[in-house]
């Protein structure tokens, strides 16, 4: 079996359509819209946004899958807890795709953009923990934080908890992923940075050129949620710098 | 479960009926005058073809605007990616890329 999958080998069912994240960003300023979604901009924001979540879930799944293949010379406690992230990571899809439902939208709505699985590809299990369990669930600290207030606001509890709930899991795959990274780097300081420096740029790119923000949930496109994120194990420095970072980004 | 019809999926179902039959004024009347087509030629590569049939696979939204994911049946099979907007009261279609 073929390891290190690239993102068109990703099996579909073809309603789900596939457009690079530079397509829908471009076709989205031709209408006057910013990259991202905003709750002010998009009155099916939050359809979008489960959607987005959704297959990026999907993603996580796969990439988590991936993970417990791709790496022949690992320990054996990483590959269990990369299939206990699988597990997670296909409940989360489960919950998703009936929050889809429930704000009246369905898989293959909106397109899947498949960023998320490319950042998920590094070919070291140190970097792939980096990225993947620091950058991208941070993300998703940041993101599922961010519907949960908004979700309140609107008076929507099944939004609220289910979100919540997903939310539980993420901080326990962001520690899991902080453990591993120090394991795995333990004697070589050089690939640990290598890791972290892979880590920061994922964090970048998905600042989004200023998207990402540490701001209001209903004036930014993605609000930096520094009581997660310090429940996850980021320490303040951390979330000081991608906060500095978010900041620094181009504006859009 | 489908997606709920909407009006666009009428525009796109003529557009591809179009395509089909080879209705080159048809075509032209579907589009905005400077349709964007992936490869460059596309529509003119499409027009030398002979499709008996078509499918539409998927429909993705983008803001106000719909991609739709057809496929075209015939001695060779093609998909594209066509993307429709409302101009002037009337679906058109902005770009159309070959994507398999």
């Known amino acids: ?252 | 479960m489908k997606l709920r019809p909407l009006p666009v999926d009428a525009a796109a179902e003529a557009h591809a009926r179009h395509i089909v039959a080879g209705d080159t004024a048809a075509i032209a009347a579907d589009c905005v005058a400077e349709v964007k087509q992936a490869p460059e030629d596309l529509y003119r590569q499409l027009g030398q073809a002979r499709f008996g049939h078509y499918h539409i696979l998927g429909r993705s939204r983008i803001g106000a605007q719909f991609v739709f994911r057809i496929r075209y049946f015939g001695p060779t099979v093609v998909t594209l990616h066509q993307r429709f907007a409302m101009l002037d009261g009337q679906w058109r279609v902005l770009e159309s890329e070959r994507v398999s």
């Not at chain 1, 999958?5 to 471009?26: C, D, N, W, Y």
């Not at chain 1, 799944?61 to 299939?83: N, S």
């Not at chain 1, 209903?218 to 906060?243: H, M, N, P, W």
Request: net charge negative.
């Open chain 1, 1 to 252: 079996m073929q390891k290190f999958l690239r993102r068109e080998q990703l099996a579909r069912e073809e309603h789900i359509m596939h457009i690079a994240p530079k397509k829908v960003f471009e076709v989205r300023a031709e209408q006057g819209l910013p990259p991202m979604a905003l709750p002010h901009t998009d009155e099916d924001f939050m359809a979008g946004r489960m959607h987005g979540i959704c297959v990026g879930e999907i993603e996580a799944m796969e990439g988590a899958g991936r993970t417990v293949f791709d790496f022949d010379d690992v320990p054996w406690e990483f590959v269990m807890d990369m299939a206990r992230q699988v597990w997670d990571e296909s409940r989360h899809t489960e919950i998703y795709e009936r929050l889809l439902q429930h704000v009246g939208s369905l898989l293959g709505e909106y397109p899947e953009t498949r960023i998320l699985w490319d950042c998920a590809c590094a070919e070291d299990p140190a970097a792939r923990v980096a990225g993947v369990n620091r950058g991208l669930e941070g993300l998703a600290c940041d993101v599922f934080a961010q519907l949960i207030n908004l979700a309140k606001k609107i008076g929507d509890p099944i939004i609220e908890r289910a979100v919540d709930y997903v939310l539980a899991d993420e901080i326990t795959h962001v520690r899991m992923g902080s453990n591993w990274l120090r394991k795995l780097t333990e004697d070589d300081p050089a690939r640990r940075q290598m890791a972290l420096d892979f880590q920061h740029h994922i964090d970048e790119l998905f600042n989004f050129g200023g998207a990402r923000q540490a701001g209001p949930d209903d004036k930014v496109s993605i609000s930096i949620s520094r009581e997660y994120r310090q429940l996850a194990g980021f320490t303040d420095e951390e979330i000081d710098r991608l906060i500095k970072a978010a900041s620094a980004s181009a504006a859009y």
